[in-house]
């Protein structure tokens, strides 16, 4: 699975989660995008194996732009780091439905979001169909719905 990391602008916490989410086991890449302009671009790409991204915001406009991209993330688990507390940026990030929102400050947070990426990259890099030796599921009792 691929992380694909929006990181608008450089924060202290920010090289150190890099390294913390480089060594976690099921991850098959990571890419930073700096600007939003790059990640619209990235996002519009074809991709070849499952997307997981994070966006670690610092700024209230960081997010107001990353909410102009709602439509490009609707169907990729997202993971949020809100630059703080206040109610519009709740407003802004609910709308956004990501998988998992925390704050980008506070001293455990970078532990937090590696936890939970972890986590994420354990369930959505498994693959979708069962495997050839198990049994195929029960039809529903009355045969298919139309």
């Known amino acids: 699975m691929?992380?694909?990391?929006?990181?608008?602008q450089e924060m202290p916490a920010?090289?150190?989660l890099r390294r913390q989410l480089q060594g976690l086991p099921g991850l098959e890449g990571l890419e930073t995008v700096p600007d939003i302009t790059q990640l619209a671009h990235r996002l519009q790409?074809?991709?070849p194996q499952a997307l997981l991204c994070l966006a670690l915001?610092?700024?209230?406009?960081?997010?107001?732009?990353l909410l102009a991209l709602q439509e490009l993330l609707?169907?990729?688990?997202l993971v949020l780091a809100l630059p703080d507390?206040?109610?519009q940026s709740l407003l802004w990030a609910h709308r956004l439905r990501p998988r998992y929102l925390t704050f980008a400050h506070g001293p455990?947070?970078?532990?937090?979001?590696?936890?939970?990426v972890a986590r994420?990259?354990?369930?959505?890099?498994?693959?979708?169909?069962?495997?050839?030796?198990?049994?195929?599921?029960?039809?529903?009792?009355?045969g298919p719905r139309h």
Do not use: H
Not at 74 to 77: A, G, Q, T
Not at 111 to 116: A, E, F, P, Y
């Open 2 to 8: 691929l992380l694909l990391c929006y990181l608008p």
């Open 14 to 16: 920010s090289a150190r």
């Open 45 to 47: 790409q074809p991709r």
């Open 57 to 65: 915001l610092p700024t209230q406009q960081a997010l107001k732009d």
């Open 74 to 77: 609707r169907d990729i688990p």
């Open 85 to 87: 507390e206040a109610p």
């Open 108 to 116: 455990e947070a970078n532990l937090r979001i590696t936890q939970v």
């Open 120 to 142: 994420m990259l354990g369930k959505y890099a498994r693959p979708w169909d069962p495997p050839a030796d198990s049994p195929a599921k029960p039809a529903l009792p009355g």
